[in-house]
């Protein structure tokens, strides 16, 4: 069997965009980019994905992927993948800053330890909200909707035509703000209930002056801390799934859909 050289540039070109945006969907999403993740099982993760649903993608273009077009396809395909699986991390970015500043509030922040996941120092507390999202976002199935939106995108944004507009990009540093309103609506009432647990050993030092503020009312803040947390805990699921289909949504503008 002969095989010329365009058909096998044809063959490459049809099987490496869809998984240069398959692997930087899986890249930037969670669980998946992770440090933890070798990279060796994410790019065999990717290949697999792009030789299944290769038969059921749209003819990609004829173009030699080592010309100058051929290249800026594949810079449109990155994009769109890594944007895709992005807005994912910033929601769970929004767990490890409301862990960051419930732990401040609490008198936790010098309780720090390494992440593992991204190698960066966090509070120990902003590390057990990381976790308990990271195993409600596999719960939720939130890897297989992310992974089934990128697949969808090759129908409304099909290779070789333009990537992302300007309005897309944009969406993405829109949704940025919600990371930090989610995290302040998650970490809200830890913090104004011990602001309060906080005024109220204002009020009984200045009433007693003799009472040493700082030997018991560190313990108290702590304490009443860790017990307010229990309490609001079941909020967190509702607040966690509200910004997983917001950024669920903000993933399907990015793709067209």
Do not use: C, K
């Not at 120990?124 to 939720?140: N, R, Y």
């Not at 992974?147 to 409304?156: A, D, G, N, R």
């Amino acid at each position: 069997m002969d095989i010329s050289a365009a058909e096998a540039s044809a063959f490459v070109a049809s099987l490496l965009w869809p998984f240069m945006r398959i692997s930087a969907m899986a890249l930037a999403m969670p669980i998946s980019g992770t440090r933890l993740m070798p990279v060796r099982v994410r790019v065999a993760m990717a290949i697999v994905i792009a030789i299944m649903v290769l038969p059921l993608l749209p003819p990609v273009p004829a173009v030699d992927p080592l010309s100058v077009q051929g290249l800026t396809i594949s810079v449109q395909q990155v994009l769109i993948g890594f944007a895709m699986g992005f807005v994912m991390q910033l929601v769970l970015a929004a767990l490890t800053i409301a862990g960051e500043a419930i732990a401040m509030t609490m008198g936790l922040g010098f309780a720090s330890m390494v992440d593992p996941a991204n190698g960066v120092n966090v509070p120990v507390l902003s590390q057990f909200f990381l976790i308990l999202g990271t195993l409600l976002f596999l719960a939720l199935g939130g890897h297989l909707m992310v992974i089934q939106l990128v697949l969808m995108s090759f129908e409304t944004l099909p290779v070789g035509q333009t990537g992302l507009e300007r309005d897309a990009f944009w969406s993405v540093i829109v949704f940025s703000s919600q990371m930090f309103i989610g995290a302040v609506w998650i970490a809200l009432p830890a913090m104004i209930s011990i602001l309060v647990i906080t005024l109220a050993m204002g009020v009984m030092t200045r009433a007693a002056p003799q009472l040493n503020i700082f030997s018991v009312g560190f313990p108290v803040t702590m304490l009443m801390g860790f017990i307010i947390l229990m309490l609001a805990m079941p909020n967190l699921l509702p607040r966690f799934n509200q910004l997983m289909l917001d950024g669920m949504q903000v993933t399907q503008r990015l793709g067209g859909l």
